[in-house]
């Protein structure tokens, strides 16, 4: 592992209090190299061994979090449990912060099955179908889903064992610190005066019940996670832009260089959109007829899909939800149903709009606006209040986490078409053209799954951004 230097400085230890242990009478003697001095009645720690575990720690994470393994933080101290929340939510890691349940770890199949019927339930919930029930079993249900959300809240995306855990109190969370010695998952845990140093792989002589003590520890943790996390979006982005596969006919407008087949296909797919849409409202019937009951069935639905991702105030935000879906849902469908090839270019050949990598981009970017413009236009500047927690210095890194979650739709929906694609263009090539056939009405299936994934994503992210979750 590379030694880094990280910006752990005495004073802001100093300020937070770092530095207070326990009481003389209260202690392990093995802490004892990790002590410096008494003070009425109270044990000193060392900060400048403090300073160096808390960079080892740091170096520790920062390693971890570039080779993508899963962090958990458990902290279940009733006065800390909204920081750890915080904390965890911030340096995208799980966290448990209610109440360790014996065997979490050891008992790893238990865990799952609560954590598949927690998630049940929340589907439940958000489709409304809880509701449907007798008020007697909903009144069950919203129970168990109470009682599961307290104490699994934190790990419900977990999908298997933690690779490393941040242990906050060694005497508070002793069970879970020797689930992970059992397991063998390295642990990093704040340790005070009256702590075994030996039981973890990395110990942080630290305060560990002042909250402004647990805070600098874990902000000092978390930043790595989200330092890094900046820092691979960034790369992916950049490598991403300048990768081009075949060859493309390009136009020059005014100083811009531009993918001509793009804005060709696209004009057919806007055109297509607008006809469509033209003929059926010209002269609408008080009995819909076959075109105007399938648009107002689609109408319909993309209602029911804003509404359930972005809550009530969906209504504004229709249109946008709406123009995603068809968009990708007519380009999809246009690249597998057109005869493109048969035009002649230049250079390159013409395909949907999705089949290239700008314009999937270029999507994700319109919600990256949305995002903001949904946060400020529902609270005016006071949006960019949660932009400075814990501390100002953060703003840009914390801008940039939140501009660029949206663009993991364009890699994602790009990623599904082109598997897509090569699946059918292998099958065409290895057996007879009759026999491809059912896969590509499947293809057609896959690229309406493909376009509901990503307005709904889209959707989610707004009604996040209204809600002024981070």
Request: charged fraction near 15%; hydrophobic fraction near 45%.
């Amino acid at each position: 592992m590379t030694k880094r230097y990280w910006n752990v400085t005495l004073e802001e230890m100093m300020e937070a209090g770092v530095h207070f242990g326990h009481g003389t009478r209260k202690w392990n003697p093995r802490m004892a190299p990790y002590i410096s001095t008494k003070r009425k009645g109270i044990h000193i720690l060392n900060l400048t061994r403090t300073a160096r575990f808390l960079s080892e720690a740091c170096d520790l994470v920062f390693d971890a979090a570039s080779k993508g393994k899963q962090f958990l933080i458990v902290g279940t101290k009733n006065k800390a449990a909204d920081l750890i929340a915080r904390a965890a939510t911030r340096a995208r890691c799980h966290y448990v912060n209610k109440k360790w349940l014996g065997g979490m770890l050891t008992n790893w199949y238990t865990t799952e099955t609560r954590l598949h019927k927690f998630r049940s339930l929340r589907t439940e919930q958000k489709t409304g179908r809880i509701h449907s029930l007798p008020k007697k079993d909903t009144a069950i249900l919203k129970r168990q889903l109470s009682h599961l959300e307290t104490y699994l809240g934190g790990i419900k995306y977990m999908t298997g064992l933690p690779d490393i855990v941040i242990i906050v109190d060694q005497q508070e969370e002793y069970t879970a610190l020797r689930e992970c010695i059992t397991l063998g998952i390295p642990t990093i845990c704040l340790i005070d005066t009256n702590c075994d140093p030996n039981l973890a792989d990395i110990s942080i002589p630290a305060n560990d019940d002042a909250i402004a003590s647990i805070r600098l520890i874990l902000n000092k943790l978390g930043n790595m996670n989200i330092l890094l996390c900046s820092i691979n979006t960034l790369k992916r982005l950049y490598e991403i832009s300048s990768v081009e596969v075949g060859q493309h006919l390009y136009w020059q407008l005014g100083g811009f260089q531009v993918h001509a087949q793009v804005l060709i296909t696209s004009w057919v797919v806007i055109a297509i959109l607008l006809v469509s849409a033209i003929l059926v409202v010209r002269n609408p019937q008080t009995i819909p007829t076959f075109g105007q009951n399938f648009f107002e069935y689609v109408l319909e639905f993309i209602r029911g899909v804003s509404k359930t991702q972005i809550g009530e105030e969906y209504g504004p935000w229709v249109p946008f939800v709406g123009t995603m879906f068809l968009f990708i849902f007519v380009s999809n469908w246009s690249g597998a149903l057109l005869p493109w090839k048969i035009i002649q270019l230049p250079h390159g050949e013409l395909a949907a709009p999705t089949n290239d990598i700008n314009t999937t981009v270029a999507l994700a970017l319109l919600t990256s606006v949305a995002y903001f413009y949904a946060g400020l236009s529902k609270k005016g500047l006071a949006y960019f209040g949660k932009y400075i927690q814990p501390t100002p210095i953060l703003l840009p890194i914390n801008i940039l986490e939140d501009f660029t979650k949206p663009l993991s739709l364009s890699f994602r929906l790009f990623g599904n078409i082109l598997a897509d694609e090569l699946v059918v263009v292998v099958l065409v090539s290895l057996v007879p053209l009759v026999v491809p056939i059912p896969v590509m009405f499947l293809g057609l299936f896959t690229s309406g799954i493909q376009a509901l994934i990503f307005a709904t994503l889209a959707a989610a992210y707004i009604g996040e951004s209204m809600e002024g979750h981070h």
